[in-house]
């Protein structure tokens, strides 16, 4: 078995439920690995990067586990050799002494 780890991606989203974070992106910063076997299958890290960074830009999520279902399901269905994916998003302005993350 095989793990893609991607750390320390910094982006900005909709996301929340809360009034200003429905109009105002706020940081985010989401890690993500993907498990699989077949390596004559590899995955190319940089299209899932550019694939988690567009689904950020283009949807607005309510709730980070949203988020994460999302994401995890249309990972599976564009990449079927993927047996696993655990996807952390956190929230880094929403504290102001903290942040929250949420992953699955």
């Given at each position: 078995?095989?793990?893609?780890?991607?750390?320390?991606?910094?982006?900005?989203?909709?996301?929340?439920?809360?009034?200003?974070?429905?109009v105002?992106?706020q940081?985010?910063?989401?890690?993500?690995?993907?498990?699989?076997?077949n390596?004559?299958?590899y995955?190319?890290?940089?299209?899932?990067?550019?694939?988690?960074?567009e689904?950020?830009?283009v949807?607005?999520?309510?709730?980070?586990?949203?988020?994460?279902d999302?994401?995890?399901?249309?990972?599976?269905?564009k990449?079927?050799?993927?047996?696993?994916?655990?996807?952390?998003?956190?929230k880094?302005?929403?504290?102001?002494?903290?942040?929250?993350?949420?992953?699955?």
């Amino acid at each position: 078995m095989y793990e893609i780890h991607i750390k320390d991606l910094r982006l900005r989203a909709i996301i929340g439920v809360l009034d200003f974070e429905r109009v105002e992106r706020q940081n985010i910063l989401v890690e993500l690995v993907c498990q699989y076997e077949n390596k004559e299958q590899y995955i190319d890290y940089m299209q899932i990067v550019a694939f988690v960074k567009e689904s950020f830009l283009v949807k607005e999520y309510l709730l980070i586990e949203d988020a994460i279902d999302d994401i995890k399901k249309s990972l599976k269905e564009k990449y079927q050799n993927i047996t696993k994916t655990t996807l952390f998003v956190s929230k880094l302005d929403i504290l102001e002494n903290g942040v929250v993350c949420v992953s699955g």
